[in-house]
């Protein structure tokens, strides 16, 4: 095919300039005869796409870019494509055998005996139960300063703000969580609130003493976040080593 | 490792589902109650309803199963298997 798999070391600046650290390191032709099963199936593949890729850039007439991509049709179509077939099967599959009832239509003359927003929406409608929170300010008498519900609205403007501001606050060049445990046990903590204060909104659905959830609302967070730290600073040590073998030795992953 | 983690998540997510569309055909009430888990839904059961009874229980146990073998089992033998040679070597 190429005159690349031979085993002669250029060094004049010619080749990939790639060369393995010690004798364990396959090299990239010794890694190319895997002979089996998916591995020989993907190599064929993609290096009949790259030979295409590269006959077609040398007949044409245009500049030749350096681009390390695939073009979108048909390896990227082929994928989307058995993505798309796997999911409209199985909206077919759920909707033929277990088919959801169809209940009698709402009736809208009658208010329903419990009020609530749809699910996704829970966080918010929670945010407006922080009563408790609005403080009684001796300075006015012990009177409040706003009406309870004034002060729901406000948290949601607070929380609603607070997310707006992260992506300022750390630009997110960490890749994984391991890399910035305190920026991960932050989201972690604002995943756990999204939970907590949801089942704040629905207190009284809940199985548990009101006053109970509503301080485990705010504890749970700050417990979880505060794991969080913990797990992913204990974990750093040995993932980033990982990482930095899988990376910079260019070890095959078995 | 990986392809270990996905053989045991297909066995999970095949045997769930299979074993969420026979329970939903036998063993939920009404929409409004117990699902999946309610009370048999037929009084007396023909040789098809049987059939998909067994296979309900079949498809959670390979679920189960399927999933425990690919991600507890078989680890735990390779390690042992690489424990004992790092011993006699």
């Known amino acids: 095919m190429s005159d690349n798999d031979t085993d002669d070391v250029r060094t004049d600046g010619s080749g990939t300039g790639i060369v393995s650290p010690d004798d364990e390191t396959p090299a990239w032709s010794e890694r190319k005869e895997r002979t089996q099963g998916l591995s020989r199936l993907t190599y064929e593949y993609f290096e009949r796409a790259r030979r295409e890729d590269q006959d077609l850039r040398q007949q044409s007439d245009y500049v030749e870019r350096d681009v390390l991509a695939f073009p979108a049709w048909p390896h990227e179509m082929m994928r989307n494509i058995a993505l798309t077939s796997f999911f409209v ?12 009832e169809m209940p009698n239509p709402a009736n809208s003359g009658v208010t329903p005996a ?6 996704y929406l829970y966080w918010s409608f929670g945010l407006l139960k922080l009563g408790p929170l609005n403080p009684e ?38 890749r994984r969580p391991v890399e910035q445990p305190f920026w991960a046990a932050v989201g972690m903590s604002g995943v756990i609130f999204s939970l907590t204060i ?24 700050i417990i979880s976040a ?29 | 490792m990986a392809d270990e983690f996905m053989k045991g998540f297909a066995c999970l997510m095949v045997g769930g589902l299979g074993w969420m569309t026979i329970k939903g055909w036998y063993n939920t009430p009404s929409f409004e109650g117990a699902q999946l ?31 425990l073998t690919f991600w507890v089992v078989l680890p735990l033998i390779s390690e042992f298997q690489t424990y004992l040679n790092e011993r006699s070597a």
């Open chain 2, 37 to 67: 888990t309610g009370e048999l839904t037929i009084e007396e059961p023909t040789t098809f309803d049987q059939i998909a009874l067994f296979m309900g229980d079949a498809f959670f146990w390979f679920a189960v199963l399927g999933a």
């Open chain 1, 226 to 254: 505060t794991i969080t730290y913990a797990v992913l600073k204990t974990m750093r040590e040995g993932y980033m080593f990982d990482l930095n073998r899988r990376y910079y030795r260019l070890r095959p992953p078995k």
């Open chain 1, 89 to 100: 099967g199985m909206i077919l599959f759920v909707s033929a055998t277990l088919p959801p």
């Open chain 1, 137 to 174: 300010l001796s300075i006015l008498g012990g009177s409040k300063l706003m009406a309870d519900r004034t002060y729901g609205v406000l948290a949601n403007v607070v929380v609603v703000g607070f997310v707006a501001i992260v992506p300022f606050l750390n630009k997110g060049s960490a």
């Open chain 1, 114 to 119: 419990i009020i609530l927003p749809d699910w």
């Open chain 1, 198 to 221: 949801a089942a704040l909104s629905i207190k009284n659905l809940v199985p548990m003493d009101s006053h109970l959830l509503f301080d485990l609302t705010f504890l749970v967070p």
